[in-house]
């Protein structure tokens, strides 16, 4: 089992500074990626951004320069540093990771976190 775990969230007012972080535990041998996605209310969940094992970052489009992800593979733990917030960043992120429990079965699965609330005030 691989259970993920986030932390992090809370409420800002906007032009604020938050950092989540998330950490992976459980039968692991190797997470391929790790990643945030935030969801509104009434939205879909959608990407926020993601980082792979060659610690390459991917952004959504709208969110690049205020937004920065990294991992920490030795504790196998994405962060995500969010600055100069605005009130529509408000949201549940939810981390997400694709990980490979076991060292003889190749098989990659996708695990959520619970989420953790970010709430931005104007």
């Known amino acids: 089992q691989v259970q993920l775990v986030e932390s992090g969230g809370g409420s800002v007012q906007a032009g604020g500074s938050l950092r989540l972080s998330c950490a992976a535990s459980g039968t692991i041998f190797s997470v391929e990626r790790m990643g945030w996605y935030r969801q509104a209310p009434g939205n879909q969940r959608d990407l926020v951004a993601e980082?792979?094992?060659?610690?390459?970052?991917n952004y959504a489009d709208t969110l690049k320069g205020r937004f920065i992800i990294s991992r920490d593979n030795a504790k196998n733990t994405v962060y995500l540093q969010m600055d100069t917030l605005k009130p529509e960043d408000t949201g549940v992120y939810y981390c997400?990771?694709?990980?490979?429990?076991?060292?003889?079965?190749?098989?990659?699965?996708?695990?959520w976190g619970q989420g953790t609330q970010v709430t931005v005030s104007s």
């Open positions: 980082i792979f094992s060659d610690d390459s970052p």
């Open positions: 997400n990771a694709a990980i490979q429990p076991y060292y003889r079965d190749n098989h990659v699965y996708n695990y």
